[in-house]
């Protein structure tokens, strides 16, 4: 969840996988999957960073490491290598034992 503030102050949590769209005109209004509007003092900019870094600590907390800057090392991508391997590796087996 993330944390935004209503136009009167008070601020509320929402779920940031259930936000469809986010406008500026001119107040920032979060338009939900189900329809839901609701109007907020954040910026788009503002909001967007926010689910920005919710996801990556999804991420962090699924990898059990930490958020790694743009900047910085970059993550391997040999499980998804992997994913792409996978099919040929079907396919030698399938050779090999008679197409069984």
């Given at each position: 969840m993330i944390v935004v503030t209503r136009l009167n102050g008070s601020g509320f949590a929402v779920n940031p996988d259930l936000v469809e769209r986010i406008q500026e005109t001119p107040d920032t209004t979060l338009i939900m999957v189900d329809g839901a509007k609701y109007i907020v003092r954040e910026s788009m900019a503002e909001v967007i960073e926010r689910i920005?870094?919710?996801?990556?600590?999804?991420?962090?907390?699924?990898?059990?490491?930490?958020?790694?800057?743009?900047?910085?090392?970059?993550p391997t991508l040999a499980?998804?290598?992997?994913?792409?391997?996978?099919?040929?590796?079907?396919?030698?087996?399938?050779?090999?034992?008679?197409?069984?």
């Open positions: 920005a870094a919710y996801r990556a600590r999804i991420v962090t907390m699924a990898y059990g490491t930490e958020p790694r800057t743009l900047t910085g090392p970059q499980p998804v290598a992997a994913l792409h391997a996978a099919p040929a590796l079907h396919a030698a087996a399938r050779t090999q034992d008679g197409g069984r």
